[in-house]
């Protein structure tokens, strides 16, 4: 059917039949939970796939944020985002620590270093960037930063699964990254998430804080949380790690058509990818200008009438939110580049199984 339903993601998944039998051995061994023989095999694994030291596995990313966060001793103010997911400011409010915001770069819609260091105070311990649609930040610029004023820095990397940068891996910057495996993530286990860690002492902290802080049976050295992923979880990450470049593939198709199909539709700009960088394609956001036909809003009503759920990500800021908007670096006048974006994005559907045909079912219903 011509209008079945268009949703923005569709998760990924790896033949049943291929996870039939690695259920068949969780269910020999009765091992379900509290790092497996799974669990160990995809640490392993995903270490050797991302290029990246060491890796601690959670039940999702914002615990892992939460968890990360306590493992870095992270108190006071920590700048971030107001244009991100909710978790990335509510990690922070769960462990006492007041977000400031700061406005983004009009071209990567990444925290911008210059409002960064205007952003700084006594207060400051940390920052807190997020690799928006997984395109890098300016990483070199916020080391500076960070090295200058003795701050920590933790990456949101959510969007950011096998992006590689101009020195290799996203992920190695920073002292810690948190990685998504969300079911909309272009990797997922379902749910789950993880934290990049440089050194084997510091993933030795985060996996004690992950497991109630527990070092053997009767030894507990911190407040720890129940962050674990489970065997079910590991076992499906395993499988879906070897289909992950068709998944990228696919995803990259996709993302050529749109691109291919509204270069030259006025007041459309398709958010540009980093060219120094390899993008894993997560997601597909347009910025809908005031030369546009309609406005963002009045284009988002027209797909949703034509059955095709786009979503705008990120909208509303963080920062507008209740909990939030109190705060002065919260204030509009302190956001005009993440408020007009968020005014006008609009994130359209991509997934390895959309069609050439729903592709253009979308573009018709965009191009009016």
């Known amino acids: 059917m011509s209008d079945k339903p268009i949703y923005v993601t569709q998760p990924f998944l790896p033949p049943l039949e291929d996870f039939m039998p690695m259920l068949r051995q969780i269910w020999d061994s009765k091992v379900l939970t509290n790092g497996g023989p799974f669990h160990q095999k995809l640490e392993a694994a995903l270490c050797e796939h991302l290029g990246v030291p060491h890796i601690s596995l959670f039940t999702n990313a914002t615990i892992a944020l939460v968890t990360a966060l306590q493992a870095l001793r992270i108190t006071g103010e920590v700048i971030t985002t107001p244009y991100t997911f909710v978790a990335t ?10 977000p400031v915001f700061a406005d983004i770069d009009p071209e990567s819609l990444n925290l911008d270093p210059k409002k960064i260091e205007a952003a700084i105070t006594p207060k400051t311990t940390a920052i ?40 290799g891996s996203v992920l190695n910057h920073g002292d810690l990254s948190v990685l998504s495996f969300h079911a909309t993530k272009v990797f997922n286990t379902f749910e789950g998430g993880a934290i990049i860690s440089p050194d084997a002492k510091t993933k030795k902290r985060i996996d004690h804080l992950k497991n109630f802080g527990f070092v053997d049976e009767t030894v507990v050295v911190a407040p720890g949380i129940n962050g674990k992923m489970s065997e079910f979880n590991a076992a499906l990450g395993l ?11 696919g995803r990259g198709r996709v993302d050529a058509m749109y691109r291919e199909r509204l270069a030259h539709v006025a007041g459309i700009d398709c958010v540009a990818t980093d060219p120094k960088a390899t993008s894993n394609h997560s997601y597909f956001p347009i ?4 030369g546009f036909r309609t406005s963002r809003d009045g284009l988002y009503a027209e797909l949703r009438a034509a059955n095709v759920y786009a979503r705008r990500y990120f909208y ?7 909990m939030y908007r109190g705060l002065p670096s919260a204030a509009p006048a302190n956001l005009p580049v993440a408020r007009a974006a968020a005014d006008q994005v609009l994130c359209l559907p991509i997934f390895p199984a959309l069609t050439e045909s729903q592709i253009d079912r979308i573009v018709d219903v965009i191009r009016g």
């Open 287 to 290: 910025l809908v200008r005031p």
């Open 128 to 167: 807190m960037p997020v690799h928006c649609y997984g395109r890098p930040c300016d990483t070199e610029a916020i080391q500076r930063i960070a090295d200058t004023y003795n701050l920590k820095v933790i990456y949101d990397a959510a969007h950011a699964f096998g992006v590689n940068c101009h020195c």
């Open 239 to 249: 499988l879906q790690l070897e289909h992950v470049g068709e998944a990228f593939a």
């Open 316 to 322: 509303p800021l963080v920062s507008d939110f209740p």
């Open 89 to 98: 400011a509510h990690s922070l409010v769960w462990n006492g620590i007041e």
